[in-house]
Nanobody, 122 residues
Framework: VQLQASGGGLVQAGGSLRLSCAASGSGFSINHMGWYRQALGKERELVAAITSTSSTNYADSVKGRFTISRDNAKNTVHLQMNSLNPDDTAVYYC?????????????????WGQGTQVTVSS
């Protein structure tokens, strides 16, 4: 399984970006998916998460500005980011909890995308 993230870039404060992440491979299902970010010199933090039934959870700092969504048929997750400000500058990583149903039992692993840079200029 691979997670491929896309959509980062440079935007002015107040602008918008949309991040996407697709899980490729076969023989698995996906529980929750999410986006994390890591700013320079800071720890990685959860930005938003979405369950397989589309329940969502957001960091307080992005509530009302960011929207997470997923397409289960395409194994993709999106993050619509509006009203961006310089504090949103970070490398954004997608995450997925992947479930493999095998004869020996169920195996659950966490997978991470490669990270995509989001830079917001003031």
């Amino acid at each position: 399984v691979q997670l491929q993230a896309s959509g980062g870039g440079l935007v002015q404060a107040g602008g918008s970006l949309r991040l996407s992440c697709a899980a490729s491979g076969s023989g698995f299902s996906i529980n929750h998916m999410g986006w994390y970010r890591q700013a320079l010199g800071k720890e990685r933090e959860l930005v938003a998460a979405i369950t397989s039934t589309s329940s969502t959870n957001y960091a307080d700092s992005v509530k009302g500005r960011f929207t997470i969504s997923r397409d289960n048929a395409k194994n993709t997750v999106h993050l619509q980011m509006n009203s961006l400000n310089p504090d949103d500058t970070a490398v954004y990583y997608c995450n997925a909890e992947i479930v493999f149903h095998q004869q020996i039992g169920t195996i659950i692993n966490q997978y991470w995308g490669q990270g995509t840079q989001v830079t917001v200029s003031s």
